[in-house]
């Protein structure tokens, strides 16, 4: 794996985005349906009925989407886009992230704080380094990634803080399992919905998040 990345594996399903025409593995797109009254919703969990169709988890990808009139254009029948589906999705995706996280401390796979995660990467149990997008960079730099792991860097304090049942966490560490892969390809979703073409993460503040 590479920093905030995932390997692709030729086992994995994949689809095509309406809006840049390319096929990929169904965990880095997001699909979407149609309600009987034509309204579009994304299903994140992929469990909706209906006719479905995906889009890239790229803001970029879903702003062309919503602009080109692609869903209705796929899914072949009139629809409406409501003006905040790219942040419904964005939310979706984020409980998502931090619900698996929660799952994975429950299971013992997961640890919080600076002086825990240290300790699981020096003892090298630690295979993803999680740290606030709005944490102090300073403290932040004295954490490594594991080496072959990876590093969930566009998540806020406040997210990561409800995943551990405190109001804020800023490191956090995964151990290897099923629920780790589960939260990296989760989190490479939220990434292209956070992090600019400069590198920067679209920060989320406080319990709006």
Known sequence: MTRGGAHKKIEDPERKCIATGEGQPKYGLIRFVASPD??????????????GVWVSADKAALEKAVKNGLFARSLKT????????IAE??????RRVVDTISLARKSGHAVSGYEKVKDWLMKEEAEVLIQASDGSERGKSKLSTPYGGSFIGWLTAYELGAAFGRETVIHCALASGGLTRRVVHEAQRLKGLRITDGGEVNRRKGKDS
């Open 38 to 51: 034509g309204m579009v919703f994304p299903d994140v969990m992929e469990k909706l009925p209906g006719r």
């Open 78 to 85: 009139p629809v409406q886009v409501p003006d905040t589906l």
């Open 89 to 94: 999705v964005e939310k979706q995706i984020v």
